[in-house]
């Protein structure tokens, strides 16, 4: 069998939890980069929208199949490599993983997705504008993720184990300091995120360790 490919962006944040996946697993793949902005977005070339329509990244090629969309990428690691799980075995606690991952994928990413950032700047003509609008959008998102982890978290976001709540929470939290967002009021996710941090996993994928990183060591 191939090894894997995973088709990434060091920063975005979608591809970030694929490599959290693949790594918590311990998948071995190759690594090819799709730089976003460089000559308008390599993800844009003829040869890349073939792998993945809607021109974005991660795209994962494993087992023969050509996968797009980091939670159902996941989700696919999760049925076919049960090993090391990323969704509780109980479906009340499996929900709340999915919950929390879907609350940062769908209810906070998408505000700060370079095409979205790209079209704020350009129909307000400010550069300054599209920042505003992240810190804002971002900040909004993590108060209600907070006020989940209240009731679910343990050491971890569900509870003390990893999920798929956790390799969505921590690229985030990435995010959200970039667009300047005031960390003091998420103390819980950022429990979160230091206790994360400690794990291999977690250390190989981030966004510094990656080849195409400029500051990648």
């Given amino acids: 069998m191939a090894k894997p490919i995973l088709y990434s962006y060091f920063r975005s944040s979608a591809s970030w939890r694929v490599r959290i996946a693949l790594a918590y697993k311990g998948i071995d793949y190759d690594y090819k980069a799709v730089h976003l902005v460089k000559d308008g977005g390599e993800q844009h070339s003829d040869a890349y929208r073939e792998l993945n329509p809607l021109s974005q990244v991660p795209t994962l090629v494993i087992d023969g199949l050509t996968l797009t969309q980091s939670l159902p990428i996941i989700e696919y690691l999760e049925e076919t490599r049960p090993e090391s799980p990323l969704l509780p075995k109980d479906p009340a606690a499996r929900v709340q993983a999915r ?26 003509g400010s550069e300054d ?6 810190k804002h959008f ?9 006020d989940i982890l209240k ?27 970039r667009f300047g967002v005031d960390m ?15 794990l291999e996993a977690f250390q ?14």
Avoid: Y
């Fill in 184 to 198: 003091a009021g998420f103390p819980i996710a950022t429990r979160i995120e230091a206790e994360c941090a400690k």
């Fill in 138 to 146: 971002v900040a909004k998102g993590l108060r209600g993720v907070e």
């Fill in 129 to 134: 504008k599209k920042t505003e609008w992240a």
């Fill in 99 to 124: 919950r929390v991952a879907e609350a940062i994928n769908s209810g906070i990413q998408p505000f700060q997705n370079l095409s979205t950032l790209n079209m704020v700047s350009e129909i307000t």
């Fill in 151 to 177: 009731k679910t978290s343990g050491k971890f976001c569900i509870g003390d184990s990893v999920t798929m709540a956790d390799v969505c929470l921590i690229p985030q939290l990435h995010h959200a300091r």
């Fill in 204 to 217: 190989k994928a981030h966004a510094s360790k990656q080849p195409d990183c400029p500051e990648a060591s």
